[in-house]
C-alpha cells in the first residue's frame, strides 16, 4: 500500500523568510510525487511533481522540491515566502505501476505572516 | 493546465433526496476521473475511479449503492448521491487526467475541479 506523511498540521513563518513543508512517502517501487495547493472552498492546484531525473523540482510560483530516495522524501520548499502563499498544501504520491490514483497526504497549513 | 469544470459548487438539500454532482473535462478527453471526498480540516480521501463506458471502481468502504458513478462520456463523469443523510454533508472534488491509462504511459498530474459542498439538512 502507498501512504504519505505530512508530519505538521501547520507551518507559520514570515513573510521574505524560507519555508519548507515536509512530506516522507511508502510505495512499492519507485515513486511519482506531487505537490498541490488548495484555496478555502476551492479545488486543488497542481504546483509541481517529480517523476524522473533531476532531485530538485522546479514549480508554480516560485515553490521547488527536493526529491530525496533514502530519506524517502520529497519536502516542498520557497526561498522567499509571500502572504500569498498562505493556503493548504498537499504532498500525493503513486506507484509507476499498479494501483494509479494519487493518495494524499494530510495537509498541511501554510500561515505566512506579513 | 487542463481545466476540469465541476458543478454545481453548493448545493443543499433535504434528507432524504437525491443529489448530482457533475464533472467536465473541457479541453481534454478524459477516460478516467476520480472522485474524491474531504471533510473539514481533513485530506482527500478517494471514493471511486470512473471509467468511460465501464463500471466504476469503489474504494473499500464507499457504498456503491449511495454513491452512483456514470462516466458516460470522454468529457462528463457524474456523481449521484441518493437519498442523502447529513453524514453524507462533505466536499466532493472530482479529477481527471489527460492522458488514456490504456497506454500506461501516464506520469501526469491530476487536474481537479473547484469542489462541491453539500449540505444536508
Known amino acids: 500500500a502507498q501512504s504519505v506523511a505530512q508530519p505538521e498540521d501547520q507551518v507559520n513563518v514570515a513573510e521574505g523568510n524560507p519555508l519548507t513543508v515536509k512530506c516522507t512517502y511508502s510505495?512499492?517501487?519507485?515513486?511519482?510525487l506531487f505537490w498541490y495547493v488548495q484555496y478555502p472552498n476551492r479545488g486543488l492546484q497542481f504546483l509541481l511533481k517529480y517523476i524522473t531525473g533531476d532531485n530538485l523540482v522546479k514549480g508554480s510560483y516560485g515553490f521547488e522540491a527536493e526529491f530525496n530516495k533514502s530519506q524517502t522524501s520529497f519536502h516542498l520548499k520557497k526561498p522567499s515566502a509571500l502572504v500569498s502563499d498562505s493556503a493548504l498544501y498537499f504532498c500525493?504520491?503513486?506507484?509507476?505501476?499498479?494501483?494509479?490514483?494519487?493518495?494524499f497526504g494530510s495537509g498541511t497549513r501554510l500561515q505566512v505572516q506579513p | 493546465g487542463a481545466v476540469v469544470s465541476q458543478h454545481p459548487s453548493r448545493v443543499i438539500c433535504k434528507s432524504g433526496t437525491s443529489v448530482k454532482i457533475e464533472c467536465r473535462s473541457l479541453d481534454f478527453q478524459a477516460t478516467t476521473m476520480f472522485w474524491y471526498r474531504q471533510f473539514p480540516k481533513q485530506s482527500l480521501m478517494l471514493m471511486a475511479t470512473?471509467?468511460?463506458?465501464?463500471?466504476?471502481?469503489?474504494e473499500q468502504g464507499v457504498e456503491k449503492d449511495k454513491f452512483l458513478i456514470n462516466h458516460a462520456s470522454l468529457t462528463l463523469s457524474t456523481l449521484t448521491v441518493t437519498s442523502a443523510h447529513p453524514e453524507d454533508s462533505s466536499f466532493y472534488i472530482c479529477?481527471?487526467?489527460?492522458?488514456?491509462?490504456?497506454?500506461?504511459?501516464?506520469?501526469?498530474?491530476?487536474?481537479f475541479g473547484e469542489g462541491s459542498r453539500l449540505t444536508v439538512l
Open positions: 500525493a504520491v503513486r506507484a509507476t505501476t499498479g494501483r494509479r490514483a494519487l493518495t
Open positions: 470512473s471509467n468511460e463506458g465501464s463500471k466504476a471502481t469503489y
Open positions: 479529477s481527471a487526467r489527460d492522458t488514456p491509462y490504456e497506454l500506461g504511459l501516464y506520469t501526469g498530474e491530476l487536474f
Open positions: 510505495v512499492s517501487g519507485n515513486p511519482y
